[in-house]
């Protein structure tokens, strides 16, 4: 298994230019997260999505759009991008929220930067 | 509102030596907790959560309500543990994400 991969790794953009961050879980999980990480911060989630066609803001949604069409892909949209995206991106899935078994996989990162 | 705190961002201590890794949060409810670790050139990935009350390549962590606290011990710290360790909240299907604490054991 891949477990969580994302593409594309670096990305330079100008400002006001949209792109699409691609998050792919082999693992059959139902719940998908977006996160982004600043310099010297912890992650702030951005989005989830509790299974295919349902998603929900998380703490720092302004600025992004996700779709969840199928239970293996979870895109993270950005429209306009604004220097203030820029940012270190994760894409995480995991199973159901029972507690005692409950652990989110992340990926690799993507490393954004919106001059 | 749900907060974590990570009051310290770097730690070192020499190896054999204890460590403790600090946090603390805000919740108003039944708090769900874990600790997450980044070694250097991998992935974040999860260490511990406080609901399994496991040990985990020698770590352990007590939830404290009273203090708001969940705070990762090592009796005896080995090289392998520096690294990244980021405590996390979870309510309803929320993420909080503590700034992390570097881990450095010193030879």
């Known amino acids: 298994n891949a477990g969580v991969t994302q593409t594309p790794k670096f990305r330079i953009l100008k400002i006001g230019q949209s792109m699409t961050l691609q998050c792919t879980q082999d693992?059959?999980?139902?719940?998908m997260y977006w996160y982004r990480q600043d310099p010297g911060m912890g992650l702030k989630l951005i989005y989830y999505s509790v299974g295919a066609g349902i998603t929900d803001k998380g703490e720092v949604p302004n600025g992004y759009n996700v779709s969840r069409s199928t239970t293996e892909d979870f895109p993270l949209r950005l429209e306009l991008a604004a220097p203030s995206q820029t940012s270190v991106y994760f894409c995480a899935s995991g199973r159901g929220m029972a507690h005692s078994s409950y652990e989110q996989y992340f990926g690799p990162g993507t490393r954004l930067t919106v001059t | 509102a749900q907060r974590v705190t990570q009051p310290e961002k770097l730690l070192s201590v020499f190896k054999g030596a204890p460590v403790e890794l600090k946090c603390n949060y805000s919740?108003?409810?039944?708090?769900?907790l874990f600790w997450y670790v980044q070694y250097s050139r991998q992935r974040l990935q999860l260490l511990l959560r406080?609901?399994s009350r496991e040990s985990i390549k020698g770590f352990t962590a007590d939830l404290n309500k009273g203090e708001t606290s969940f705070h990762l011990k090592k009796p005896f710290a080995q090289e392998e543990d520096s690294a990244m360790y980021y405590c996390a909240l979870m309510t309803g299907n929320q993420f909080y994400f503590g700034t992390g604490t570097s881990l450095t054991v010193i030879p």
């Open positions: 919740y108003s409810g039944s708090p769900e």
């Open positions: 693992m059959n999980h139902n719940y």
């Open positions: 406080h609901i």
